[in-house]
């Protein structure tokens, strides 16, 4: 699988939005963006996966370049609950399976 | 429940004993995942189950880990001989095998 490299933190005001980057310039044709998040003393969360297209959700919305070399996830209005460690992950199906490598992620601090 | 389950939530054991932790997952999802997550970093991949075999166990890091699915649906992560830098989070992820997995809250071991 591609790696993907991620700012180790990043503050953001409570009710501003959220921008978190990734890069992952090695991705193939059919891997996919996930991002999940950790908050603390829990296991890790879906939020979004995307491979092409933007996409929306209840959560959040993934932003993927044309060339698909780096995506940026965006929490429309950060709360304080969104205070965790973001991952973004690339994967593809090999040998019938996704196997997902985590980095050391995003900690985002959302700041009153 | 509707989420992936894990036993016990935390556990304490003497260097050398032998421990088992549980992972019962999201009913009908045949891909289950077992991953480790030491202190600020990442989930790092152990082992994957496809049904009731491990299809790739290559993570595991030593003999000393072992881990069954005999039905294809509760998994046991096994320890023998513990040692101190087997402290860590076990996270156990399900998957219906295609797309976004799902975490257990992990079983935090402590090995004194």
């Known amino acids: 699988d591609a790696k993907t490299t991620q700012p180790t933190s990043m503050d953001c005001a409570e009710g501003r939005a959220a921008n978190l980057p990734c890069n992952h310039s090695?991705?193939?044709?059919?891997?996919?963006v996930y991002w999940y998040r950790q908050i603390h003393s829990q296991g890790p969360q879906y939020i979004i996966h995307?491979?092409?297209n933007n996409e929306t959700n209840e959560m959040a919305s993934l932003i993927i370049t044309e060339d698909r070399k780096s995506s940026t996830l965006i929490l429309p209005h950060a709360t304080l609950r969104d205070t965790a460690v973001y991952y973004c992950?690339?994967?593809?199906?090999?040998?019938?399976?996704?196997?997902?490598?985590f980095g050391i992620g995003t900690k985002l601090q959302v700041i009153p | 429940g509707a989420g992936v389950s894990q036993t016990p939530s935390n556990k304490v054991t003497e260097k050398g004993k032998y421990v088992e932790l549980r992972c019962d997952p999201i009913?009908?999802?045949?891909?289950l995942y077992w991953y480790r997550q030491s202190l600020g970093q990442g989930p790092e991949f152990l082992i994957y189950?496809?049904?009731?075999?491990?299809?790739?166990d290559s993570g595991l890091p030593n003999d000393r880990f072992f881990a069954v699915r005999p039905e294809g649906s509760v998994s046991t992560l096994k320890i023998q001989r513990t040692e101190r830098g087997d402290s860590a989070v076990y996270l156990c992820?399900?998957?219906?095998?295609?797309?976004?997995?799902?975490f257990g809250q992990g079983t935090r071991l402590t090995v004194v």
């Open positions: 992950i690339v994967s593809s199906f090999s040998g019938g399976y996704q196997k997902v490598t």
């Open positions: 090695t991705i193939s044709g059919n891997e996919y």
């Open positions: 189950f496809q049904g009731t075999g491990a299809a790739d």
């Open positions: 992820a399900s998957s219906p095998g295609r797309g976004r997995w799902n």
């Open positions: 009913s009908g999802h045949t891909a």
């Open positions: 995307g491979l092409k």
